[in-house]
């Protein structure tokens, strides 16, 4: 396939395929329970051994590859765990954006009456910063995993229906949906049987990048304080716990930070590629 | 409205929180009826609107003061912050892409392309750790964290400054780098290119005056749609270097469910945002005299 050609979508697509896997082989990696915490073992740096305690409250030997937090938790169970949340809330907070921007989109561009009403809207809640309006829902809400991805999802919504938006503006005017209009075929019908499927390709690119965007958002929320609940382990979360003592121990920081990077990094060069390979119309207008 | 009402609909009382654990419901009412809380919805928002329109913000639940006022306050480190790293941004990337287009798929072209892709990937607040660790921790040039006023001093002021502003300006600079590369290269391929060339005009002149002139309209736009990028790094940022602006306070307010100043400083954002983007689309008839409002 000439997707598969890319050397973007190889690199993005197979380091996301390796974290995919770490996240879901996450117990079986040597990792203890990300809650586990033990008053002994507390800073230790990255590599030194020390003890753990299990919930039964038996005391086990444990390295900790990645040192631990200030509690004695895990840093590298934490991540490997994390690894999960984000990913997870990334695609759900991408999948929300994206259904909500798609129906938008298709009611804006087919339905003239809406399109005004529609357009302001969104126009409205992209003159608000994405972070701000995050910040926003979430303080409304309390922090809790569905509230993070709705909170990050509102933001996105704008982008996905302006987009959507544009390309039923031109898919309505091809002769195949004249055609359809004329054999009296439901409005409906049209929109999700003939527009939406022609709409799949930049759709896709664009849903890459606000996955991306998706998990840097939740990585900073949960970093600021407002985010998922601080039992939860998520990338953020870690570097909130371990910014405190950053200067003495700059190893909690650091190992999310890179991980998150590396992810995001990913996310943006499979999209890229998607990008290259799907939409060539679209990569030479960026 | 979209403000209010977002931050209305909410559970969370911030007179409960403000009267402590030990309050009694009486004495939480107390406050509620203080706070105007106690009135039906429709007349908050009637009276809020009409505040707004004249300019009061409303007061500030937790630090007691007028949110316009705390503002106010706030707005130094926020405003040098911003103004800094738009400057170094703009003055990175407008050279770089231009080179970039001028030298096509040569070794700059490539590298900015490169750091473009992982500019926009690098969160803001490891980036900003990973230059703390480098730069003031194992080299010691700068301060770890903190901020001065410029009338305190405006050399230590900017000693202060400088590593958030290079860590804000990354982003930035990936932006407006990838978008003047694309425009330039645009420009470049126009027939006044060639006449300009073929009249032996020097390559500078040639790159600055003719293809960049020409390619300014789509880089100041972007510049424009980075101040959204920007604040919201700004609200990182200031958490990260502790600088006391209005990034700070943001956190802060919705730690303490401050509703007053979650929805100043929002409505102040969004303001900036959209005045700036307004005064862009009117610099369009600096940079391109064909544009006619």
Redesign the interface.
């Known amino acids: 396939m000439k997707v598969l050609d890319n050397w973007s979508v190889r690199i993005g697509g197979g380091v996301l395929a390796l974290l995919i896997v770490l996240s879901l082989a996450a117990p079986w990696l040597g990792t203890v329970d990300p809650t586990l915490f033990d008053a002994a073992s507390r800073d230790l740096r990255p590599g030194q051994a020390g003890e753990i305690t299990t919930l039964e409250g038996d005391t086990v030997k444990h390295v900790f590859l990645m040192g631990s937090d200030s509690f004695g938790r895990d840093i590298y169970s934490r991540v490997v765990y994390g690894t999960r949340v984000s990913l997870v809330v990334g695609l759900a907070a991408a999948l929300v954006a994206l259904v909500f921007g798609v129906l938008c989109g298709l009611a804006a561009g087919y339905i003239r009456w809406l399109d005004g009403i529609l357009m302001r809207l969104m126009d409205g809640i992209m003159a608000i910063p994405a972070i701000l309006i995050a910040i926003a829902v979430v303080a409304l809400w309390r922090a809790s995993v569905p509230t993070v991805i709705i909170a990050i999802a509102i933001p996105e919504i704008p982008r996905v229906t302006r987009l959507v938006r544009s390309l039923v503006l031109s898919i309505r005017e091809e002769p195949y949906v004249e055609a359809a209009v004329s054999l009296g075929t439901p409005t409906g019908k049209i929109m999700f049987g003939h527009i939406l499927p022609n709409t799949v390709a930049p759709l896709l690119v664009q849903a890459t990048y606000v996955c991306a965007f998706a998990i840097l958002l939740e990585a900073i929320l949960s970093f600021l304080g407002v985010g998922l609940p601080p039992d939860i382990p998520t990338w953020g979360n870690i570097m909130a716990e371990g910014r405190v003592q950053f200067v003495a121990y700059p190893h909690n920081v650091f190992f999310p930070g890179v991980f998150l990077a590396v992810t995001v990094l990913a996310v943006n060069m499979l999209g890229d590629g998607l990008r290259d390979t799907l939409d060539p119309k679209m990569a030479k207008r960026v | 409205m ?2 209010f009402l ?2 209305r ?4 009382d911030p007179a409960a929180i403000m009267a402590g654990d030990a309050a009694t419901a009486e004495q939480i009412e107390q406050i509620r009826a203080g706070l105007g809380l106690d009135r039906p919805i429709v007349v908050q928002f009637g009276i809020w609107l009409g505040r707004i329109v004249s300019g009061d913000l409303g007061e500030s639940y937790y630090f007691r003061i007028k949110v316009a006022t705390l503002i106010g306050q706030r707005l130094e480190p926020t405003f040098a912050l911003a103004t800094m790293t738009i400057l170094i941004a703009v003055l990175v990337a407008v050279p770089l892409g231009m080179l970039a287009a001028w030298r096509f798929g040569g070794w700059l072209d490539r590298a900015l392309m490169g750091f473009s ?2 500019g ?7 980036l900003a ?2 230059l ?2 480098l730069v003031s ?1 194992q080299l010691g040039w700068l301060p ?1 964290q903190g901020y001065v006023r410029i009338a305190d001093g405006f050399f230590l002021f900017l000693k202060h400054l400088i590593l958030p502003a290079v860590t804000l300006s990354v982003i930035y600079i990936a932006l407006i780098a ?1 978008v003047t590369r ?1 425009s330039v290269l645009e420009a470049l391929g126009e027939d006044y290119i060639r006449t300009a060339r073929a009249k032996g005009l020097p390559e500078m002149r040639v790159l600055v005056r003719h293809a960049l002139a020409n390619a300014a309209v789509p880089i100041v736009t972007v510049i424009g749609i980075g101040i ?2 920007l ?2 790094g700004v ?2 940022t200031e ?2 270097y502790a600088i006391p602006g209005l990034g700070r306070l ?2 802060d307010a ?2 303490a ?1 401050d509703f007053p100043t ?1 929805q100043g ?2 409505i102040f ?2 303001f900036i ?2 005045a700036v983007n307004l005064l862009i689309d009117l610099s369009y008839l600096v940079f391109d005299p064909r544009i006619r409002y």
Not at chain 2, 9 to 12: A, C, D, E, K, R
Not at chain 2, 120 to 126: K, T, Y
């Open positions: 979209l403000v977002l931050l609909l909410t559970p969370g892709v992982l926009f990937s690098i969160p803001v607040f490891v750790y990973v703390i660790w921790l770890v990838r694309a959204a990028i604040i919201g609200v990182v958490s990260v943001t956190v919705v730690l469910r979650i400083v929002i954002f969004s945002y959209v």
